[in-house]
């Protein structure tokens, strides 16, 4: 059966090391989960921050001020039967 991960090697310094093998530690986890959770969290904040920026580009070429936010998600909400009960 085909492995369904890939090993890669870096070198973290020792004291970065001591830091992630204390949290591990802690956590009860092993260090190839640890890393795992950590470059899944970066790139997914990367995403998000990616889509903020398009959305707030979007916003800008629209005329779309903060002001304007809340009612375009109710009136978004209302129209799709999202509205809060």
Known sequence: MAR???TI???LPPELVERVNNVVAQQGSSRS???RM???RYIEEQEWRQLLQY???KAREEGIGP???ARLV???RSETNLART
Do not use: H
């Open 74 to 76: 109710e009136e978004y």
């Open 33 to 35: 989960e640890f890393l």
């Open 38 to 40: 950590v470059v899944v």
């Open 67 to 69: 002001e304007d936010v």
């Open 4 to 6: 369904t991960t890939k």
């Open 55 to 57: 959305g707030e580009r």
């Open 9 to 11: 090697t870096f070198s």
